[in-house]
């Protein structure tokens, strides 16, 4: 791991590494804050966030506001990359596909499945670098916006036994349905359709009947609302099992890191209760 900028923050670290990840062969970057408490003698729980279409790991720990409350919690929180990036790995000129828009899954067909291996990276790779690397436990929740919303419900909901927690913010519940999502999975998992449910918190959804506590979070005022996000999806598939869904529609919020720095504290205590119990 090669370090590339420290910072002492609310009487904690914010640290930001790179490293050689076997899972997307190549390079990663991922950023770390590290509350006071945290001590080889006494590790702190760890809070996974998952950024959206675009994001690099420096906007959550830039605009999200989330470094005060975290270091009051005692949580660590650790933001990985949207996806693999350089020279030689594949690309599009769309926001929507390639660098910076990994969509959280492991792909399948080229030229992408080379390094588009985001759903291992996260839920493997990732983890275990971070637990051999700083004084963190193995008490872990998810977290995310928009597409990294998707890949935390995801996640969350096909590894249960991993996590404590997932929250989202205005995430992109049914990507199967929705144009973002037939877009990433058409080019990354191919046309056969029946392989993109994995990948699908709807789907995944109607499937379970016990998962983790869920928090969700939607502005009303968001431009992607209608065609990408779909919410009343999500909700109405954890009814069918009586999942533990709470989802707040947020009067008069958009899509912006400004709704999401509005509520991350309340995310923060969620998450905290849920790693402590
Ligand atoms: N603004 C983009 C859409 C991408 C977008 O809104 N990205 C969100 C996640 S889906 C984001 O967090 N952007 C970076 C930021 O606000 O810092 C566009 O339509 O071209």
Not at 15 to 32: A, E, I, N, P
Not at 65 to 77: M, Q, S, T
Not at 237 to 245: D, T
Request: with cysteine.
């Amino acid at each position: 791991m090669k370090l590339l900028n420290e910072s002492k923050t609310f009487g904690g670290r914010y640290l930001q590494y790179s490293h050689q990840s076997s899972t997307v062969k190549g390079d990663m970057r991922f950023s770390v804050f590290l509350p006071e408490a945290a001590s080889d003698k006494k590790p702190v729980p760890v809070l996974y966030w998952l950024s959206g279409l675009t994001c690099t790991d420096e906007n959550f720990v830039q605009k999200a506001g989330a470094f005060r409350k975290a270091a009051e919690l005692g949580i660590a929180i650790v933001a990985p990359d949207t996806s693999p990036r350089g020279d030689s790995v594949a690309n599009d000129d769309a926001y929507d596909l390639g660098q910076g828009a990994g969509f959280y899954v492991n792909a399948t067909q080229a030229p992408w499945a080379e390094h588009f291996q985001m759903y291992d990276y996260i839920v493997k790779e990732l983890p275990k670098l971070i637990e051999a690397n700083f004084p963190v436990s193995d008490r872990r929740s998810i977290a995310g916006h928009s597409m990294g919303g998707h890949g935390a419900l995801v996640i969350g909901l096909r590894n249960a036994e991993r996590y404590c927690s997932i929250s989202a913010f205005s995430p992109i519940t049914n990507p199967i349905n929705c144009p973002w999502g037939q877009k990433a999975f058409s080019a990354y998992l191919g046309e056969d359709k029946q392989t993109w449910k994995q990948y699908d918190a709807c789907e995944l959804l109607s499937d379970k009947h016990a998962v983790l506590p869920m928090l969700v979070d939607q502005g009303d005022a968001d431009n992607f609302l209608k065609e990408q996000l779909k919410p009343t999806n999500l909700v109405r598939a954890a009814n069918e099992h009586g999942s533990a869904l709470e989802l707040r529609m947020q009067p008069g919020y958009d899509h912006s890191y400004y709704f999401i720095s509005t509520f991350i504290d309340q995310h923060l205590a969620f998450h905290h209760k849920c790693l402590m119990d």
